[in-house]
Nanobody
């Protein structure tokens, strides 16, 4: 059964760093694009970053470019999100998700979600 477990969230001050982990099971991680998303209270869920399979190409939302880095370790069935220079507006529940069928981030439809991990950035 397909399953994700996110971890690494917490409370951090502005300018601090966190590293989120998403451990997958129930499928072959290297065959699918994986994304990190976030949802703040009262706001729509947004895609923060995505990493494709194969060449592990990445993309980022403009709001996190230069601060966040996504990476994947297929052997460990894990995708990471390194978050630096955190801001209060980064406060949200962060989720990882798998593309339903695509190995590429471009045009991917994400359909399988973890339970999320809370990130809170204090000012």
């Amino acid at each position: 059964q397909l399953h994700f477990v996110e971890s690494g969230g917490g409370l951090v001050q502005t300018g601090g760093s966190l590293r989120l982990s998403c451990v997958a099971s129930g499928f072959i991680l290297e065959h699918r694009a994986i994304g990190w998303f976030r949802q703040a209270p009262g706001k729509e869920r947004e895609r923060v970053s995505c990493v494709s399979s194969g060449d592990s190409s990445t993309n980022y939302a403009d709001s996190v470019k230069g601060r966040f880095t996504i990476s994947r370790d297929n052997a460990k069935m894990t995708v990471y999100l390194q978050m630096n220079s955190l801001r209060p507006e980064d406060t949200a529940v962060y989720y990882c998700a798998r593309a339903r069928r695509s190995s590429r981030c471009e045009g991917a439809d994400f359909g399988f979600w973890g339970q999320g991990t809370q990130v809170t950035v204090s000012s």
